[in-house]
């Protein structure tokens, strides 16, 4: 019977990862195999959907562009930065291979792999019970062929627990896309700059800054919707040009570097809140909300001081002593001793 409870429960786990509407909220404590830990390294639950809150879904972001509604959008790369996307109200979160460069210290995007972004994903999946959830295909794990690119996305889909998948490209990556929703995973489409093929590209380039480059953006734009995306990023695009190329869809546009005509926008959390030292490079379009860096040197610095000095920890950061037991276990000690 135990045996046929457990085959139930991973049925139940499997029918809900490929269900493109909201998962289940399920309680930690009731969770299968989820142990509930009293300590200083217990993660921390995710508590939108208790406070009554509705999952984001496919249909959630259609009636948002719908009514006209600004999509946002923002990275998470592991469960801190997941929970507090989705705390802060996020109707998307993106695991980008950002992830490559600002959380793993790669020179660019082209060096993550498959398993990196996974397991990021499921480190984020964790936490997002609220926010959509979208899971990038890393350079190499899609290009080769259709059937690649289905591979790697259900991958995502049933490894990472992501609720859909991203990947670049325009109109020649219109049969991966195919391929992929024909299968019932949703895609995400990414245009304009795609930062995988940056070294073909020259750099980081302002894309469809010309009237050949804009009609060529729009020919991408048309040929990744009517494969089957629900959703296109636009990277570096003047903001007039992104703002054609939306009204010229019908599914909704995130914008990067695009302007604000786009139907939403998305930011690399690590850079918008000021994680990295004050001398890093930041793209233009990167507006920094918050001072994580200094905020944080300035708490480690003081925590340093305080270890030095002994300051650290004091009354209220230990655990009440016994005098007896003390001079017991010093007694003991000496007796002990040859």
């Known amino acids: 019977m135990a045996s046929m409870a457990c085959a139930c429960r991973s049925s139940a786990l499997t029918r809900s990862l490929f269900h493109k509407g909201p998962r289940a909220a399920v309680p930690l404590i009731n969770r299968p195999n ?4 009293w300590s200083s390294h217990a993660p921390s639950a995710p508590s939108l959907l208790a406070k009554g809150v509705k999952p984001v879904t496919i249909q959630t972001l259609q009636k948002m562009y719908a009514d006209k509604k600004p999509i946002t959008m923002l990275t998470a790369h592991n469960f801190p930065s997941a929970l507090i996307a ?19 210290g790669m020179d660019d995007t082209s060096e993550v792999t498959l398993d990196e972004m996974i397991m990021s994903a499921r480190a984020v999946s964790r ?12 350079m190499g794990s899609y290009e080769i062929s259709p059937e690649q690119a289905l591979a790697s996305a259900i991958r995502m889909v049933k490894e990472g627990r992501m609720q859909s998948i991203k ?15 024909t299968a019932g995973i949703s895609v995400c489409a990414h245009i304009g700059l795609t930062p995988q093929r940056q070294h073909a590209l020259g750099g980081f380039r302002v894309q469809g800054n ?47 570097g695009a302007g604000n005509k786009t139907s939403g926008q998305v930011l690399v959390q690590i850079d918008m809140l000021g994680v990295r030292g004050p001398d890093a490079f930041m793209p233009k379009f990167v507006k920094r909300y918050g001072s994580i860096w200094e905020a944080g040197v300035t ?14 920890p004091d009354a209220p950061y230990v655990y009440k002593s016994d005098s007896k037991v003390t001079e017991a276990f010093k007694a003991a000690i000496k007796t002990a001793q040859p």
């Open 127 to 138: 936490a997002a019970n609220r926010s959509f959830t979208v899971g990038d295909l890393p």
């Open 299 to 312: 708490a480690i610095k003081q925590y340093k001081d305080e270890v030095s000095d002994r300051s650290y």
């Open 210 to 256: 010309t009237v050949e480059k804009a009609l060529s953006l729009y020919k991408d734009a048309k040929a990744v919707q009517d494969a089957g995306a629900f959703m296109v990023v636009l990277e570096c695009v003047p903001p007039d040009i992104a703002g054609e190329v939306t009204n010229a869809l019908s599914i909704p546009t995130i914008g990067i």
């Open 86 to 104: 989705q705390e802060a109200g996020m109707d998307m979160v993106l695991v980008g291979d950002s992830l490559a460069m600002v959380s793993l």
């Open 34 to 37: 989820r142990q509930i830990r």
């Open 167 to 181: 990947l670049e490209g325009g109109a020649e990556m219109a049969p991966q896309i195919k391929k992929i929703t």
